[in-house]
T-cell receptor
Framework: KAGVTQTPRYLIKTRGQQVTLSCSPISGHRSVSWYQQTPGQGLQFLFEYFSETQRNKGNFPGRFSGRQFSNSRSEMNVSTLELGDSALYLC???????????????FGQGTRLTVV | AQSVTQLGSHVSVSEGALVLLRCNYSSSVPPYLFWYVQYPNQGLQLLLKYTSAATLVKGINGFEAEFKKSETSFHLTKPSAHMSDAAEYFCAVMPQYGQNFVFGPGTRLSVLP
């Protein structure tokens, strides 16, 4: 069973540009969550998508957005990049079904974004 | 809001010694609790989880954790450290089923030969 795939693994962008990151969840998983990891702030929740709908959102500015496609693949977009957006962006996929009781999340290897 | 604290941002142990990584959560209602490990330039790997079944949870690689409601703690232990255990460890809570994780700040474990 293939794991969570995030592409690209590394990105270097210039301030003011925008970037799109991709996440392919484990087959059958309908929930995809995104987290930002930085040395200063640790792991912070960005948003979660379930069946193409944003279900939860963290405390990030509107420059951070996402979407989920019918095949559960998800993308996140950051517009007008700032130096502080440099981070490891992690995607997690979960099977969250009614009564499934399954809380486990599987993480991808992340995309390392560097803004210069 | 739910919060997680991990005592000690960096813990060093000798190979073969006991590993104890501390985690406390803030909720009065027991949430779902997790320990994840992260190796350099990698994502997070689940070590173990507590979901209101047995209070002593066994995970992979010889790790286990005990849920203590009275202390709002979920400390991670391993009887004998191995060099390959050197990594960063994150405690996380899921306040309610299906909600997002709230992570602790992490503890970097070093294993000395």
């Amino acid at each position: 069973k293939a794991g969570v795939t995030q592409t690209p693994r590394y990105l270097i962008k210039t301030r003011g540009q925008q970037v799109t990151l991709s996440c392919s969840p484990i087959s059958g998983h309908r929930s995809v969550s995104w987290y930002q990891q930085t040395p200063g702030q640790g792991l912070q929740f960005l948003f979660e998508y379930f069946s193409e709908t944003q279900r939860n959102k963290g405390n990030f500015p509107g420059r951070f957005s996402g979407r989920q496609f019918s095949n559960s693949r998800s993308e996140m977009n950051v517009s007008t990049l700032e130096l502080g957006d440099s981070a490891l962006y992690l995607c997690a996929s979960s099977f969250v079904g009614q009564g499934s009781g399954n809380t486990e999340a599987f993480f991808g290897q992340g995309t390392r974004l560097t803004v210069v | 809001a739910q919060s997680v604290t991990q005592l000690g941002s960096h813990v060093s142990v000798s190979e073969g010694a006991l590993v104890l990584l501390r985690c406390n959560y803030s909720s009065s209602v027991p949430p779902y609790l997790f320990w994840y490990v992260q190796y350099p330039n990698q994502g997070l790997q689940l070590l173990l989880k507590y979901t209101s079944a047995a209070t002593l949870v066994k995970g992979i690689n010889g790790f286990e954790a005990e849920f203590k409601k009275s202390e709002t703690s979920f400390h991670l232990t391993k009887p004998s450290a191995h060099m390959s255990d050197a990594a960063e460890y994150f405690c996380a809570v899921m306040p309610q089923y299906g909600q997002n994780f709230v992570f602790g700040p992490g503890t970097r474990l070093s294993v000395l030969p």
